[in-house]
């Protein structure tokens, strides 16, 4: 059974950085993960995403590259992103998300963490 429970969220004013953490359990270490959000009203984002299979591949949404950084940590099968420089457009639910082994499009998305609400003050 894969759970996935994300930590970290919370306020900041813009500028400012938070951390994201998600503690999976379950076999993850081969399965690519990823952070999506989604605004109110707005459709899911995907935010950043890291190949499974041992690749340290990763890929960022153009609107948050050279802010938020994705890595992950095996030993402690937790995943992370950084984010630095928020804008109140970051303001969203977070969720940290297991696809399939090695790379998935989004739809192959299938196991979900809960959220985890941030939220950018100007």
């Known amino acids: 059974q894969v759970q996935l429970v994300e930590s970290g969220g919370g306020s900041a004013q813009a500028g400012g950085s938070l951390r994201l953490s998600c503690a999976a359990s379950g076999l993850t270490s081969s399965y690519c993960m990823g952070w999506f959000r989604q605004a109110p009203g707005k459709e899911r984002e995907k935010v950043a995403t890291i190949d499974g299979d041992g690749s340290t591949r990763v890929s960022h949404a153009d609107s948050v590259k050279g802010r938020f950084t994705i890595s992950k940590d095996k030993a402690k099968n937790t995943l992370y992103l950084q984010m630095n420089n928020l804008k109140p457009e970051d303001t969203a639910v977070y969720y940290c998300?297991?696809?399939?082994?090695?790379?998935?499009?989004?739809?192959?998305?299938?196991?979900w963490g809960q959220g985890t609400q941030v939220t950018v003050s100007s």
């Open positions: 998300a297991r696809g399939l082994e090695g790379w998935a499009y989004e739809y192959e998305y299938n196991y």
